[in-house]
């Protein structure tokens, strides 16, 4: 505990609080106090003033089948139309998307410039391609502004998008292309990393096989590289838009029709297909927006995420938009043409808000500790993290070098599953201790439990990230499996006998009742900011004809968090002669399978794994000796305890 309470803590800058939503804690506790006292008066009352109804809702909510939940039934809404067409009348001219390629190239799209170019595409869509409401479509695209125009073009006509991050394999874009049954994909020739073209296209004719539910193919050409085209099946989307017309009605849809599907990871099997419904997700996209980054009307705001991911989602494209705000869209990575570049775009660009993730702060400070100092960062206002804990001196940076100890940060807490955030600082607001995602946000009824009573931890004891109401913005279902949807969120924790909804991960209360985050509590790993189930990448490496059997592990990692640590038990007969040829070889098979993102970062070849008796591998144990910790562990249940020496000695004197 003492460590905890000895945090110091940072006011919110009293210039700033001036003029934010929520100015004092005074303010925060008045809107937590009202939802807690009146939940449905409260979410119902924000969904009047927020969305821009076609019909208004009947019902705030339903939750007679929890954990199948419906938020504002009977109303009407098009989420497109919520992004783009009520701003025209006041904003048509502002900056919707300000783009910046990897070469330096700009470009900035208005809401005009964007209600076209989405309704065009929309229209693309629908009468090239026959998409109707409902179907899904896959994208799998680079960060250029068409990824946006194409997610919302979906929104538009009420198709169902299903983003596959760019840096996966064919073999997991076509598990999710298949797990979908899509019949559209939108992807793009390529586009530019440091300077250089690299390719998404060949990706994407891997993934689709006889077998494919895939009808047709539409390609932005942005690199302009060489790419094969199938014939009536692949089109350029350049040649397309260009005759479609730029009025597109937007679909009328229900507040519970599907708007997207992301396919995460889970602490078992296949990766799951969260779904996120049309009003509770842009609703609480474009509150937390207002709240957490609190962005003004002429500011710039700047989310380095990729649209691969939900904050890609929430935070780059739907509450950005949502709220009428400049979102910045930007194709490089950070660290080109060095570790200044997001400095010299921040001074450029004069950005208000900037939204990255812990190991980008890391990799930053470490290749570039000075290059803040060289730029104008004057401009900043609200700093925020995401997707990890992040450690006290990567907060302690990015607090001073690049936020000049003026700036707010918010520590967003949150997951794919929450649609929004769900734990934070409000900038305006909270005094914040680093490394600390404080409180939960008015309206979310986040509490840590014992995950055995339900009772809600004392502060110092660690428990369970819980929360105990359903929001509008929470997952409203795994993809074609709804037992999964139970099992996997509502089957750990009950309070007052009743299941409520589990993170997955751990947290601990200080003595002021602030929340930190300690981490999965399941076999879940988190590799830069990204989710990695340790099931997942055992199958992929079980592919391997010479592997015999293999657990995987998270181990602690200077720049991106963790890393993943594979032990793994070769065939007796596989006859390995080099090592190195075979972790080489099995990387490869990770490569294929999922994509270099899941590639290990240690790789040791063991004789056998620590297994109770019942069969189960013991990843505890295996997670202290990747940490080189002491194994305190009780071994005397395993089957064999004398293999875990053995391990032991063989990390020691292999580590790839
Ligand atoms: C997992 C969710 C949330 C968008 C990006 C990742 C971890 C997320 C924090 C934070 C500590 C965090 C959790 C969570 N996580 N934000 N501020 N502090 N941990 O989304 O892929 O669904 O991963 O990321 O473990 O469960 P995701």
Known sequence: MSEIQAKPVFKPNKEFSKNARIKNMCEYHELQDWATEDYEGFWGSFAKEKITWIEPFTNTMDESNFPFVKWFEGGKLNVAAQCIDRH?????????????????????????????????????????????????????????????????????????????????SAEALKDRIEDAEAKVVITADGAYRKDKPYMLKPVVDEAIDAKSPVQKVLVVERNNEDITWVAGRDYSYNELIKHQSTKCEAEVMDAEDPLFLLYTSGSTGKPKGVQHNSAGYILWAQMTMEWVFDVKENDTYWCTADVGWITGHTYIV?????????????????????????????????????????????????????????????????????????????WKWYYEAVGGSRCSIVDTYWQTETGGHIVSPLPGATPIKPACATFPLPGIMAEILDPQTGERVEAGEGGYMCVTRPWPAMIRGVWGDNERFVKSYFGDVKKDGKPVYFTGDGAIYDEDGYITITGRTDDVINVSGHRMGTAEVEAAIKKHPNVAEVAVVGKPHELKGEGIFAYIVLKSDSGIADEVEEVKAINNVIKKEIGNIALCDDMVFVSGLPKTRSGKIMRRILRSIAKGEAITQDISTLEDPSVVAKIASTVQSCVI
């Open 88 to 168: 025209l009348d006041t904003r048509k001219n502002k900056a919707a998307i300000i783009f910046e390629g990897d070469r330096g190239d700009k470009q900035v799209i208005t809401y005009l410039d964007l209600f076209y170019n989405v309704n065009k595409f929309a229209n693309l869509l629908k009468n090239e391609f026959g998409v109707q409401k409902g179907d899904r479509v896959v994208i799998y695209m680079p960060m250029i502004p068409e990824a946006a125009y194409a997610m919302l073009a979906c929104a538009r006509i009420g198709a169902i998008h299903s983003i596959v991050f760019g840096g996966f």
């Open 318 to 394: 739907y509450g950005p938009l949502a709220m009428g705000a400049t979102t910045v869209m930007f194709e490089g990575v950070p660290t080109y043409p060095d570790a200044g570049r997001p400095w010299k775009m921040v001074e450029e660009h004069k950005i208000n808000q900037f939204y990255t993730a812990p190991t980008a702060i890391r990799v930053l400070h470490k290749m570039g500790e000075d290059e803040p100092g060289k730029y104008d960062l004057s401009s900043l206002k609200v700093l925020g993290t995401v997707g990890e804990p992040i450690d006290p001196p990567a």
